[in-house]
């Protein structure tokens, strides 16, 4: 995949305290692809609720913000932030919940941030179990 020139700074929304059968793989997760972007030239904005994750710590974003993961809240960041995109899918259905409130309240538009790594078609899709399935035996997986 070609690397966009389009952005320069990401803001990635993690998944908060672990719960029994989430978040410890998006954290590893959320962790790697920080590194990365950041080895990409990035500027990476992190906003987790769990402050004793290892996503958290400061040499993996260049900025980081321990705050409730709700629109609100991250609303709050990219007004102040101003990032070029956000990247909800590495913080499990917490961020994903997070980035269709702001896609559908018009709010990333309003401020010309684009969501990536999955389109709100792409998410809305994988939540529709029926046409989840649907998608899945049109493509010969089933």
Partial sequence: MPRR???RSILV?????IVIGQACEFDYSGTQACKALRAEGFRVTLVNSN????MTDPQFADRT???PLTAESVLAICER???DALLPTLGGQ???NVAVALAESGDLDRLGIRLIGASLEAIHRAEDRSGFKEAMLKAGLD
Wanted: net charge negative; no cysteine; proline share 14%.
């Fill in 65 to 67: 913000y321990i705050e």
């Fill in 5 to 7: 020139t389009d952005i």
């Fill in 13 to 17: 929304v993690g998944s908060g305290p």
């Fill in 51 to 54: 402050p004793a994750t290892i």
């Fill in 81 to 83: 932030e101003r990032p």
């Fill in 94 to 96: 917490t961020a994903l």
